[in-house]
């Protein structure tokens, strides 16, 4: 079974800094890629972030520029550093791991931090 676990999200200021983690535990097959999602209030959940197992980015428009994801691969980790948070920013996030079992892959999610943006 595996389990990925946040961690990192908190109550921060407009233009302040924070960082999240996210480590999978249990039977870890090959991860392919890894992301980061958020849903703010009353909206549809959207990508943040994702790296591939080469360390290839891509990023949402609206973090460009402000947010880095980097991953650990020995350590099943990935890590979003947020810079120049934004009150707009405020949802919580999930992350997201793809692992590839041979014959089929399957994205686990997390059970997403709260990151609250104080104007």
């Known amino acids: 079974q595996v389990q990925l676990v946040e961690s990192g999200g908190g109550l921060v200021q407009a233009g302040g800094s924070l960082r999240l983690s996210c480590t999978a535990s249990?039977?870890?097959?090959?991860?392919?890629?890894m992301g980061w999602y958020r849903q703010a209030p009353g909206k549809q959940r959207e990508l943040a972030a994702t790296?591939?197992?080469?360390?290839?980015?891509t990023y949402a428009d609206s973090v460009k520029g402000r947010f880095t994801i980097s991953r650990d691969s020995a350590k099943n980790t990935v890590y979003l550093q947020m810079n120049i948070v934004k009150p707009e920013d405020t949802a919580v996030y999930y992350c997201n791991m793809l692992m590839n079992w041979g014959t089929y892959e399957y994205g686990y999610w997390g059970q997403g931090t709260q990151v609250t943006v104080a104007s």
């Open positions: 249990g039977t870890i097959a090959s991860i392919n890629a």
């Open positions: 790296i591939t197992r080469g360390g290839s980015t």
